[in-house]
């Protein structure tokens, strides 16, 4: 069909609605975004009125469309139409337009339910980025016909020139509209109160109540929680704006400074709207002997901080949190969390953990799943119970017990089938077996509920108190009004806080010895053995062995299985399988997989074994005062075919973490600082030998063929031996004594360290009495030039 144009000539573009004209046609169409946000669309009224955002012609506020009806402007009619779409309980969208062929300017205009037509697939474009899981949305449209068509006048007014009322669908009740799409809107006054609301460190929830406290009611806000949420962070995005600058020149003096500072941006570091990662050298390196567990804490995502950055953290031998880096986060879709893992697991040397614990969160789970398909993902079981106090709030002010029997269901149930029970008995006496929050978080239970997460390392001590660990890294140092230029400077007192917290452990493990309360060898092997936190939850499991009682219950030739019952309290019990040919045991509590410490039940009978030491597949280095000996970044074995500044790297790293075990304990006494500077001398003299002997950077092929060859021996060497210096001719014995010799240095260093420390706080507490005397004498003084 054609429309006739009106007044126009033969200027106008004939418009075939099929698309089978010879004409070029401009269609302009709007995109069929649920999810979207409209702010503020405010159009020009001639003859009528403006009411909010909406447009309202002069008189009879209940009137339809009509062919013939003329307006302004092109902006007034979508207003009135978009109004009595409003009253009537439909969305509206621009279909088309069609434009005129002289000067290119709109002649005619289409608006429609937002229910027209039907969806069109897009095609899938060339590149494959690999395997991505998306959301399916729902299906909108349903081929509504209902139509407003406008023309323009020569006389520059818009006229009707054909309406559809008719819809093929159910019409949206006057208290659901506000949540169609083309009715929703954030007008100018909703936003100085939620930018007023915000800068005070209110959430999305609190403000919406004010909102609808202030309109007078939800349909009468105009716009959604979403649109909320959407508004809050846009504004700050506004709000960091170019401060992100200040932490792009802060990243950039790092890495100048020490080569082994990683960051990497999302995008074009120009464009500052972007994610950042970073993560320092301490961090990198603390992540290779503590790696195993990750936690990405979300907590200042939320709308209550100004700063939206999220740490990866971890837990080291201490049982104390461990930086693994930070991010910067913008831009929250889930390819921006696919991005950010990714860059972080490159910056970690493309070692996955085998845990890792993140907010309950929709879009972080799917970026988890294709990021470390083979890492075991955890919901914060915390965050979910600070959840529950917004979700559940209506249940926990009638139901004062509710929330004291869903901790109890949560973290006290010993099996599946335990909490399968009293999780259904829970919702059943509360009838809310139709609760959709409640629905949720049972669908995802094998991922936070701690019954089904024994099995996984997770470095836990406790499954029902919160450990230091899982709070924040930055705790006590970011709050609602901390700005990202004061960021900077306090990310670096965390960190020194932190390194001087560690420093404070290592002293006290080494430089003092715990009180043991057994007689028992296993307690003074786990005493010199573990740090002393992780000592003191071990000393803690033994001594409670005292009141258990472990009974044979079965024996299959190697594999005897074990009933161990506190005294009693035989009713609860657990079982406890001993492999003695190759001392393998298993707890049916499955402390040891959770945190890495044997528990009560399992060390119950190793009492009644005789089995007084521990074996040493139960003592995880990661516990231990040794947990950082060792180079821990071994190259993988198919590195070989990596390229050599790849390889350059990896020697980068492992002569660094060699080198940073000198300088912490060489700066401890002058002694220890001589012995420390005298091997770096040494090992520069090698060095320099190897050098000038023409030693160069090789790939890592080439060094293999190097060490493979026969190495040529000097024509006037009557010994045979391979001129590679004196150190190739050394036998093992010599090594060994000079090994021994050193240790001996170093103990003796140690006993004259622990003496000048005794004669150092001799003098200080000297010095505080001679300084108390001095007050005395002072207020002494005063006192006698008053009277």
């Known amino acids: 069909m054609e429309f006739e144009p009106l007044g126009m000539g033969n200027d106008v573009i004939e418009f075939d609605m099929m698309g089978l004209g010879d004409d070029t046609v401009d269609i302009d169409h709007q995109l069929d975004d649920e999810d979207g946000l409209l702010i503020e669309n405010s159009y020009g009224s001639g003859g009528g009125r403006a009411v909010g955002e909406l447009y309202l012609p002069e008189g009879d506020t209940n009137l339809e469309p009509y062919e013939g009806m003329e307006f302004e402007s092109e902006e007034a009619a979508k207003a009135f139409y978009n109004s009595y779409a409003r009253r009537v309980g439909f969305g509206t969208r621009v279909s088309m337009s069609r434009r005129s062929r002289r000067d290119g300017a709109i002649i005619q205009r289409s608006f429609v339910c937002a229910k027209e037509g039907f969806r069109v697939e897009k095609e899938k474009s060339g590149r494959d980025d690999g395997p991505r899981i998306k959301r399916p949305r729902a299906e909108t449209r349903v081929g509504c016909k209902a139509t407003l068509v406008i023309k323009i006048q020569d006389s520059g007014r818009w006229v009707v020139s054909g309406f559809v009322k008719e819809h093929n669908h159910e019409l949206v009740p006057p208290d659901k509209?506000?949540?169609?799409?083309?009715?929703?809107?954030?007008?100018?006054?909703?936003?100085?109160?939620?930018?007023?609301?915000?800068?005070?460190?209110?959430?999305?929830?609190?403000?919406?109540?004010?909102?609808?406290?202030?309109?007078?009611?939800?349909?009468?806000?105009?716009?959604?929680?979403?649109?909320?949420?959407?508004?809050?962070?846009?504004?700050?995005?506004?709000?960091?704006?170019?401060?992100?600058?200040?932490?792009?020149?802060?990243?950039?003096?790092?890495?100048?400074?020490?080569?082994?500072?990683?960051y990497a941006v999302q995008g074009d570091e120009e464009r500052f709207m972007s994610n950042i990662f970073w993560a320092d050298a301490k961090a990198r390196a603390n992540y290779t002997y503590f790696g195993d567990t990750v936690t990405f804490d979300t907590t200042y995502r939320s709308n209550r901080y100004r700063l939206p950055f999220a740490p990866f953290t971890g837990v080291n031998h201490h049982g104390q949190p461990v930086l693994f880096g930070c991010a910067l986060l913008i831009n929250e879709s889930e390819a921006s969390f696919v991005w950010l893992f990714r860059t972080w697991l490159e910056a970690m040397s493309n070692r996955p953990p085998v845990s890792i614990t993140t907010d309950h969160d929709r879009v972080i789970r799917l970026a988890v799943t294709e990021i470390f398909p083979g890492t075991r993902h955890r919901f914060c079981k915390w965050h979910i119970f600070k959840e529950s106090q917004e979700k559940l709030s209506r249940v926990l002010s009638e139901h004062l017990n509710f929330e004291a029997e869903l901790h109890k269901c949560v973290n006290l149930s010993e099996s599946t089938e335990e909490f399968e029970s009293c999780w259904l008995s829970l919702i059943d006496r509360y009838d809310l077996r139709e609760h959709e929050w409640l629905q949720t978080i049972y669908t995802d239970r094998l991922q936070w509920v701690p019954v089904y997460l024994r099995d996984t390392f997770f470095a836990e001590m406790s499954i029902t108190q919160r450990s230091d660990s899982m709070n924040s890294y930055f705790d006590g140092y970011v709050n609602a009004s901390t700005t990202l230029q004061l960021f900077v400077k306090q990310y670096e007192k965390a960190l020194e806080s932190r390194y001087e917290k560690e420093v404070k452990a290592d002293y006290d493990t080494l430089n003092s010895a715990p009180m043991l309360k057994t007689p028992s060898p296993m307690e003074k092997q786990a005493a010199t053995g573990y740090t002393r936190k992780l000592f003191m939850k071990f000393q803690e499991e033994l001594v409670e062995t005292l009141t258990f009682l472990a009974t044979k219950v079965e024996d299959e030739e190697a594999l005897t299985t074990y009933r161990v019952a506190k005294f009693e309290e035989n009713h609860k019990a657990y079982f406890v399988k001993l492999d003695s040919s190759q001392m393998k045991v298993t707890c049916s509590c499955q402390m040891f997989e959770f945190s890495?410490?044997?528990?009560?039940?399992?060390?119950?009978?190793?009492?009644?074994?005789?089995?007084?030491?521990?074996?040493?597949?139960?003592?995880?280095?990661?516990?231990?005062?040794?947990?950082?000996?060792?180079?821990?970044?071994?190259?993988?074995?198919?590195?070989?075919?990596?390229?050599?500044?790849?390889?350059?790297?990896?020697?980068?790293?492992?002569?660094?973490?060699?080198?940073?075990?000198?300088?912490?304990?060489?700066?401890?006494?002058?002694?220890?600082?001589?012995?420390?500077?005298?091997?770096?001398?040494?090992?520069?003299?090698?060095?320099?030998?190897?050098?000038?002997?023409?030693?160069?950077?090789?790939?890592?092929?080439?060094?293999?063929?190097?060490?493979?060859?026969?190495?040529?021996?000097?024509?006037?060497?009557?010994?045979?031996?391979?001129?590679?210096?004196?150190?190739?001719?050394?036998?093992?014995?010599?090594?060994?004594?000079?090994?021994?010799?050193?240790?001996?240095?170093?103990?003796?260093?140690?006993?004259?360290?622990?003496?000048?420390?005794?004669?150092?706080?001799?003098?200080?507490?000297?010095?505080?009495?001679?300084?108390?005397?001095?007050?005395?004498?002072?207020?002494?003084?005063?006192?006698?030039?008053?009277?």
Request: hydrophobic share 30%; net charge positive; proline share 2%.
């Open 177 to 262: 509209v506000h949540c169609l799409r083309s009715h929703r809107h954030v007008s100018g006054s909703a936003k100085s109160l939620i930018d007023t609301l915000q800068g005070a460190g209110i959430g999305p929830s609190g403000i919406m109540s004010a909102l609808i406290k202030e309109y007078g009611g939800i349909t009468n806000i105009g716009f959604t929680e979403r649109d909320c949420r959407n508004y809050m962070k846009s504004s700050r995005q506004r709000t960091l704006g170019g401060d992100t600058q200040i932490l792009l020149d802060y990243l950039r003096q790092k890495q100048s400074e020490n080569p082994a500072f990683f």
């Open 596 to 787: 890495g410490l044997l528990c009560r039940h399992v060390l119950s009978v190793f009492r009644v074994t005789n089995v007084l030491t521990l074996p040493s597949r139960y003592i995880l280095k990661r516990w231990t005062r040794n947990a950082k000996s060792g180079v821990m970044l071994e190259e993988h074995p198919n590195d070989s075919m990596s390229s050599s500044k790849e390889s350059q790297t990896a020697r980068y790293n492992n002569l660094r973490h060699e080198a940073l075990k000198f300088v912490d304990e060489g700066v401890n006494t002058v002694e220890i600082y001589d012995v420390a500077m005298g091997a770096l001398r040494e090992a520069a003299i090698k060095v320099a030998v190897e050098k000038s002997k023409g030693g160069r950077m090789t790939n890592v092929n080439e060094t293999s063929r190097k060490s493979h060859a026969s190495p040529r021996t000097h024509a006037n060497d009557t010994t045979g031996l391979p001129q590679w210096g004196s150190e190739a001719s050394q036998s093992e014995d010599e090594q060994e004594r000079k090994i021994q010799k050193l240790t001996r240095q170093l103990e003796h260093a140690q006993r004259k360290c622990e003496v000048y420390r005794a004669n150092l706080l001799a003098v200080l507490k000297d010095i505080e009495h001679q300084k108390l005397q001095l007050t005395v004498k002072v207020q002494s003084i005063k006192l006698g030039m008053k009277d």
